[in-house]
């Protein structure tokens, strides 16, 4: 009955069916591949507790009042302090960094300032879906580039801009979005080549580049320099980060960090969205990944999830391996890793035998913009333990098997 | 550099230049009523402190995670138990209540919800700066209606409606955007009968309204009832409500009650723009509020707040009672109230002088979205102590008094 009332964004967006379909996964019995979630064992509990006892009983004066919109100065600062620790990178925290309320804010807001309707963003075929979603609200036009092995497909982009160009009258391409390490939903890891053109190409084009990285603290090893770091004036790449895979998902704490004059205008924006993050989290955070203790965690918390996804790979390669049309990528970092199968095998449908088999997925067409994808599907490996990797992944591959033999019948040799 | 590649609405938006002046006002010298900050001291840090250890240690697993964007069914259940035990109002919070990062995500969640460009907000003049922002983010039309001792000028109302309602093409008029108790910034609270009527009135036309309560529970006696009561087929009223005010502002917890399918469709525009409000300050506040103590927290808050407000209506009665054209509001509730100076007084140019004489204020006229009101300005007695109450609103009679006399030279009689 609201319908007349409701904006033009609210009445295009549609609830999710594949989020619905997920809540059947959350039955305990069954073993879930299909939520992001990280592994709550992994919480620093007993540091954040400490914290958070002080800061309650001794600075509550400022972690519970109202905070700056653009995030405390000492908060800041620390954040500023990991960045170039992890980084080598030195920035301003006071005009390049404003606190968010993790990164699907940094998203929101992105979008809030850059997109009018019909605006281009460009992104990977295939993309985080809260990206799709930020995005779409403010009534982008998505345009998906192929995902490589080693990043996007540069011959495809390079037609696509090539198109886009010599249009009339020539179409706003305001943004590539990307996630350069260990990208949700496929985890796969870009080049340095790659990264350096993609900073080249959007340079003389004046496109702004969204890196978006909560996964790059999950690498192995040592990570491939950012494409900020190709970004020598400041000029041309926003990085959204958030500590929600690294510390805690639930304090809903992350940055942007970017141009100065982006920065003052993320501020303005973010001021009517919500005035500010909640010092409380914001301070949990700074304290926390300021500790000596959080090397200690970042280097536990990086080898529980190798364990996981080595398991996982291990049983894909016993139980799917050498089967044909049947491949899946092999993220050395990050959460998720990434199943193709036959062209003819749709995984959403496929979901139901599999919440029979009491395991589930994310069916990979959600993360398309182009609705390509249905015979993908997204693993993660986070939340299970080892042991129900091993045993999800054989139910996952009896499911496969079966509907590979019922949607593609061996042709007569 | 980037003005090509900001949204209309990144373009449209200034800094505000009155939040700017107001940075001054933090010298520690200065005695300010600028800010509506709560007083920390109120904040229960003790049992904050208790709950956050136990909810950090024992139920990481819920309080450091992710969680549903509509927020988690038990905090759901304790909010909604919460508003019948302060009302009387049975909610069902499953469908009726989704948690918000505090109400200012609640106003942008409702502007993006509801207003496209050039659609109509009704509000009062003056009205929270929060929400005008919120509204013009998303290129609403706001119109003002005066706002006299109890609700807003029904004549006026009545008038603006039938010119709206007249002119063709018929303006989309989407929302009543109202503060009945002890309204941000005037201290104005609405006669029962004024409720009623409006809630006949947008009943009648279809239009919404948003009734927006965070200073409701700092009523003395028993408040009058809200909108939402009249709203008996809960159809026509969503509420927004904040914990800010009453427990702490830096947890950023509120909640949005209203129609079923409006707050389903807030649950999805919440989704993209942050998946879900913090679980951990989620539950601090869902335990907080629900624990016996917490009717004798409020028992003091109201009496902190009440003595503190009776000292600036007394000293304000002593120092500036009986001058010509200089009233204020007298509100039995809330944190704030308004002075009115003579016309021809600028109170945001008075401020530098008010700063001169380390008191500060915030000037009325970014409240009145038809740039009235330069002669009025807004006090807020939560942060001062007594003492400083005292002294402060001295010197701000010091400077009115200047400032007339400059201003407004005798004219001979």
């Known amino acids: ?170 179409p706003r391409i305001k943004l590539f979005y990307v996630i350069p390490d260990w990208q949700n939903p496929a985890g796969i890891c870009w080049s340095k080549e790659k990264r350096e053109r993609l900073v080249e190409i959007a340079e003389a084009l004046g496109i702004l580049i969204v890196e978006d990285i909560p996964y790059r603290q999950l690498t192995e090893g040592k990570p491939i320099p950012m494409m900020k770091a190709f970004d020598s004036d400041n000029e041309t790449v926003i990085v959204l980060f958030t500590f929600s895979k690294i510390l805690a998902a639930g304090l809903r704490v992350g940055y942007i960090y970017g141009p100065r004059e982006i920065i003052k205008k993320l501020v303005i924006m973010k001021q009517s969205t919500d005035l500010c993050t909640s010092p409380l989290t914001q301070r949990l955070v700074a304290r926390c990944i300021t500790d000596p203790e959080f090397k200690k965690h970042l280097f536990l918390l990086r080898e529980t999830y190798r364990i996981k996804r080595e398991a996982m790979l291990f049983i894909l390669q016993e139980t799917l391996g050498g089967i044909e049309r049947v491949s899946w990528t092999k993220p050395e970092g990050g959460l998720f890793l990434m199943v193709t199968l036959p062209e003819n095998v749709d995984t959403e449908k496929m979901l139901e035998r599999a919440i029979e088999y009491k395991v589930a997925y994310v069916p990979g067409q959600s993360f398309f913009v182009n609705n390509k994808g249905q015979n993908t599907l997204r693993l993660c490996w986070s939340l299970p333990t080892v042991d129900e990797i091993e045993i999800g992944i054989r139910r996952l591959a009896e499911v496969i098997k079966q509907e590979i033999s019922i949607s593609c019948p061996q042709a007569p040799k």
């Open 1 to 170: 009955m609201y319908q007349e009332l409701f904006s033009e964004r609210a009445r295009r967006i549609r609830k999710s069916a594949i989020r619905e379909l997920l809540k059947l996964t959350e039955r305990p019995d069954i073993i879930s591949f299909a939520g992001g979630l990280p592994d709550p064992e992994t919480f620093p509990r007993k540091q954040l507790a400490k914290i958070a006892d002080e800061e309650i009983l001794i600075h509550y004066a400022k972690s519970l009042q109202y905070g700056t919109t653009e995030g405390s100065k000492t908060v800041r600062s620390r954040f500023a302090q990991f960045i170039t620790q992890q980084e080598g990178i030195e920035i301003d925290p006071q005009s390049e960094l404003i606190v968010t309320t993790a990164s699907q804010q940094g998203l929101d807001l992105i979008a809030k300032t850059f997109i009018d309707p019909g605006d281009i963003v460009i992104c990977g075929l295939p993309t985080y879906l809260g990206a799709i979603q930020a995005f779409h609200m403010f009534q982008a036009r998505l345009i998906g580039i192929p995902v490589l092995d080693d990043g996007w497909d540069f011959d495809v982009l390079e037609a696509t801009l090539k198109k886009l160009l010599s249009t009339k009258p020539r």
